[in-house]
């Protein structure tokens, strides 16, 4: 079936250390989002891409959608232990009827400090 | 603005019980997402609505699991009879439209023993 895969399934760093999360979707995907799950806590919207080859950032954290929409990725820069979470990428999959929000694993960030 | 409103926020319950949760979107979004997140997983789709239609429940365990959205507003999730391997958490997300920022609920963490 459709699927968002997501990669690595964990990554523990020292602070000031770099992370980076990919994600790959076996279809085209209309757009892609990243979330982020503090422990116990729910999924928080970060950000959205739709374009073709987008970049975008937010302070420390770059985000890139691949050129074929079927591949994204999340970069922080110089990490901090207020990063500890798990990002999750998330697909919106053109169906039928509309398109349909697919989550990734994601990627449990722990930061050492 | 008020968020998403989901309760119970826990419930326990033995096998083949039934469990009803109910979610209360962000006034004006159509989009109305059930996902189940199990530890350590990524939330999976269970059921998407676009107001009060149905876009998506291909991942819904039809034979114990349904829900509603009836005048496109709130929406219930029931699980008739529960087993084991339905303890998790239940998230409710809602957007302005499909394929926008999702926003999520605090979630319903169900144990069933």
């Known amino acids: 079936g459709q699927q968002v895969m997501q990669i690595p399934q964990y990554q523990h760093v020292q602070e000031g250390e770099d992370f980076t999360t990919y994600c790959n979707s076996s279809?085209?995907?209309?757009?892609i989002q990243w979330y982020k799950q503090r422990p116990g806590g729910h999924p928080v919207f970060l950000i959205q891409?739709?374009?073709?080859?987008e970049v975008k950032k937010q302070k420390r954290l770059t985000f890139q959608f691949g050129e074929a929409k079927k591949n994204s990725s999340l970069h922080i820069t110089a990490t901090q232990t207020t990063d500890v979470g798990t990002y999750f990428c998330?697909?919106?999959?053109?169906?039928?009827?509309?398109?349909?929000?697919?989550f990734g694993q994601g990627t449990e960030l722990s930061v050492k400090p | 603005e008020a968020g998403v409103a989901q309760s119970p926020r826990y419930k326990i319950i033995e096998k083949r019980q039934s469990v009803a949760f109910w979610c209360n979107p962000i006034?004006?979004?159509?989009?109305l997402y059930w996902y189940q997140q199990i530890l350590g997983q990524g939330p999976k789709l269970l059921i998407q609505?676009?107001?009060?239609?149905?876009?998506?429940d291909s991942q819904l365990p039809k034979d114990r699991f349904s829900a509603e959205r009836l005048k496109g507003v709130d929406s219930t999730l029931k699980i008739q009879p529960a087993k084991l391997e339905d303890s998790a958490v239940y998230l409710c997300?809602?957007?302005?439209?499909?394929?926008?920022?999702?926003?999520f609920g605090q979630g319903t963490r169900l144990t069933v023993v």
């Open positions: 006034s004006g979004h159509a989009t």
């Open positions: 997300a809602s957007s302005f439209q499909t394929g926008m920022a999702a926003f």
């Open positions: 891409l739709v374009k073709s080859g």
């Open positions: 609505f676009q107001n009060n239609g149905v876009v998506d």
């Open positions: 279809t085209t995907l209309s757009n």
């Open positions: 998330a697909g919106i999959m053109i169906y039928n009827q509309g398109g349909k929000l697919i």
